[in-house]
């Protein structure tokens, strides 16, 4: 491997990987995509001449070629049969030390794969890669304002699929604290 690609491979893989994961919510498909990625660099290297921002360039890349990977999954299998994220390296939802957490946690995971992966996407570029809505929109190669509004919807339905949840510990924390 060159050594251009094996520090592009050290400074994103995570990431790249992150990303994949959480739009492909299977782990042997995140490393799909970051397999993929990596091969269409080291076949073509000329793909970064002129790349202003590789971070953004290979999000991109990772991004484009998990949505082909759930197209032909989609084409494969029963509409309906996604599944949850297995564990893997960079996992924004590894299990916790604390009972609460790990359920939140689960609950999280469970109500962002609930999300349309294009809503999902924004949801992770915002929050793990803390990009702003014109980079997002520049990886996802849509108008900052689409990137706010997906944006907007996924918060919407996040917020109404984890209120029961918040309510349960708000109130289970309440009742702890008066005591």
């Not at 091969?39 to 991004?63: I, K, M, S, Y």
């Not at 609930?114 to 929050?127: G, I, N, S, T, Y």
């Not at 918060?155 to 109404?160: E, F, G, I, Q, V």
Request: charged fraction near 30%; aromatic fraction near 6%.
């Amino acid at each position: 491997m060159p050594a251009d690609l094996a520090r592009l491979y050290d400074d994103h893989a995570q990431a790249l990987f992150a990303l994949a994961l959480n739009v492909t919510r299977r782990d042997a498909d995140a490393r799909d995509v970051l397999q993929e990625v990596f091969r269409r660099l080291a076949a073509r290297p000329a793909l970064l001449d002129g790349v202003e921002n590789a971070r953004a360039f290979l999000l991109r890349l990772a991004h484009n070629q998990a949505i082909d990977i759930l197209r032909r999954r989609h084409t494969r299998e029963a509409p309906g049969m996604e599944t949850e994220p297995e564990s893997g390296m960079g996992h924004p939802f590894a299990a916790s030390a604390r009972a609460d957490e790990d359920g939140f946690r689960r609950a999280l995971a469970e109500a962002l794969g609930e999300l349309p992966p294009d809503q999902r996407a924004v949801v992770h570029l915002k929050l793990w890669e803390e990009a702003t809505f014109e980079e997002i929109a520049e990886i996802l190669d849509i108008s900052p304002n689409t990137a706010a509004s997906r944006h907007r919807y996924a918060l919407d339905k996040l917020r109404a699929r984890l209120r029961p949840l918040y309510n349960e510990i708000k109130d289970l924390w309440t009742t702890s604290n008066n005591s």
